[in-house]
Each structure stands twice: as C-alpha cells, then as structure tokens.
C-alpha cells in the first residue's frame, strides 16, 4: 500500500492510501482515519460504504465523523464506490447512477462488467486483508452506509454476519430490486434473470435468511429519492416477518444529503461502539 495522503484530526490521523487491486483488476484507492488509541494498541473498525457519484473522499470531508471517532476509539474505513481507471467500462451514456462511482458492492456476471465490477469481493474479503498492515482488530468490525451504500452495509452484514458485529444505514436502497437505481444497476451487472438479483438485495436476504446483527437505520422524511428510490416500508416489514428488530428513526425535514448524515454520524457510531467494545 502507498501512503497519498495524511493528515492529523482529533489527536488520530486521516489517511489516504492507493494500492494494487487483485479482484478488481485495477488501482484503488482507499481512506482511513485512525484515532488517537490507535498510537498504542490495536483499534476496532467501522467500515462506511459511500453512494452513488461518490469516491473515499465525500465522507472524510462531509460526515463530520472524526471527533467522535476520536473520542471512542473507532478506526473508520471508507473504500471507493466502483473499480477506476481508463480501462474500466463505464455507463454508455456516462449517467451518474451505473458504471463508474456507482459499482453497488456485488460482483458482476454480466460482460463487459464481469472483469473488474467486484466490488462485494474487494469489501468483504480484500481489503480486510490489505488492512492486517494497519493497528486495527479485525475482529472487532462493524458495517456502515449510505445509499448505495446502505444497501451495500445491509446485503454483506446480512450475508456474513460473523464477520462484522452491528450494521447501520443512513437512507439505504433497501429494495434495489423494486426501484429503478436497482433494476437498471442488477440488470446491467447481473443480467436480467431477477432470482440471480436476490442475492443483492436487503429486503429478499432479509426475509430469506434473517439477521441476528443489531440493525440501525435512519431516514431523512424531506428526502426526494424515499419513495421512488429506498422504499424503507420494504425492509421494515420483512424484518417483521422474520422477528428481526430494527432501531429506525424516520426525520422530518431531512434530505438525502451529507448535511443529514453529519447531524447522526454520532448516534451511529455511539451504536456501533455498544457491539465493539
Ligand atoms: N447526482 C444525482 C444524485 C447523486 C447523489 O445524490 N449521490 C448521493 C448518493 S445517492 C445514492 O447512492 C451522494 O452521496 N452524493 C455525494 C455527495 O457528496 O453528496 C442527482 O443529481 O440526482
């Protein structure tokens, strides 16, 4: 890994590194702050997964969360949103919601996406590896997201949940299935046989699996996407179903940006520390 950037915040440090991707055939790049505990023992870890039009860089300058990550003793690591470079195949037309800035955390099927669209395998099994360098516990890990990132925080807790102990989501795709982000993202990466689509979405995992991780959603009421796009109504009624519990705070006023997420980055990682120790 090549150290890009650094710089210090709240006693910790904000770190930026680049390196080699194996799964997704190319250079990445990835952020991570490291608070001040982390001088002297391992840290536990909070993985933030970003949205769409995002890279490793809209939450370390906008979510506000590196007091409070200080002050709790969390590391907070926040990848990139698709695989990058000029070889990458990107949305025909360029729009904002497929391609590049816009790789959903699965692993592609469908060509020409198939090659370096693995985003679920560079999340959950590569950079965790890449990360052994750094003074972090990796066994004490929990998973956050907003938007396509929630989505991705939701669907890899759901499917791995030994390796991560909480999970929690600012506004979250919860039905990528059942809204046009979805359909037009799993169409495009997994073709248009919609079984293969389960895999990648919260509420179908949720209701086919459960989840015994404790789950925290929040949602902005004033958020032009909620109804058209993230359709919480989904997720929640599963998580009825299946007798899982969710702490969900709908917030009127609130839109889809990061203003929102500044205002309750604290209370989510307050809930993540609860399971980290
Ligand atoms: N450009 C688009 C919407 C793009 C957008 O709102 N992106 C969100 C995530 S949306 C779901 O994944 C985001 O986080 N943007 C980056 C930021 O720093 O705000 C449009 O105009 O509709």
């Known amino acids: 890994m090549e150290l890009l950037n650094q710089q210090m915040s709240f006693a910790g440090v904000q770190r930026q590194y680049k390196h080699q991707s194996s799964c997704l055939d190319c250079d990445m790049v990835f952020s991570v702050y490291l608070p001040p505990q982390a001088q002297h023992d391992v840290v536990p870890v909070v993985f933030?997964?970003?949205?769409?039009?995002?890279?490793?860089?809209?939450?370390?300058?906008?979510?506000?969360?590196?007091?409070?990550?200080?002050?709790?003793?969390?590391?907070?690591?926040?990848?990139?949103?698709?695989?990058?470079?000029?070889?990458?195949?990107?949305?025909?037309?360029?729009?904002?919601?497929?391609?590049?800035?816009?790789g959903f955390y699965l692993n592609a099927t469908q060509a020409p996406f198939d090659k370096h669209y693995k985003m679920y395998d560079y999340v959950v099994h590569e950079l965790p590896r890449l990360l052994v360098e750094l003074p972090l516990d990796l066994s004490r890990a929990s998973i956050m997201g907003h938007s396509m990132g929630g989505h991705g925080a939701l669907t890899i807790a759901i499917k791995n949940p030994d390796q991560y102990r909480s999970v929690s989501?600012?506004?979250?795709?919860?039905?990528?299935s059942q809204c046009p982000w979805g359909h037009k993202a799993l169409a495009g990466y997994l073709g248009v046989d919609q079984k293969a689509w389960e895999e990648y979405d919260a509420t179908a995992l949720l209701l086919e699996r459960g989840c015994r991780l404790p789950i925290k959603i929040d949602q902005g009421e004033a958020d032009n996407f909620l109804v058209e796009q993230l359709k919480p109504e989904l997720f929640l009624a599963a998580a009825k179903v299946e007798l899982v519990d969710v702490e969900y705070g709908l917030h009127p006023g609130y839109d889809h940006s990061y203003f929102f997420i500044a205002s309750f980055i604290e209370e989510h990682l307050r809930f993540h520390h609860r399971y980290l120790g």
């Open 48 to 102: 933030w997964l970003s949205g769409l039009t995002c890279t490793d860089e809209n939450f370390v300058t906008k979510a506000g969360a590196q007091r409070i990550a200080a002050e709790l003793g969390l590391a907070i690591v926040c990848p990139d949103t698709s695989p990058r470079g000029e070889q990458v195949p990107d949305d025909p037309s360029a729009a904002y919601d497929f391609g590049l800035g816009a």
């Open 169 to 176: 989501a600012f506004s979250p795709i919860c039905a990528p």
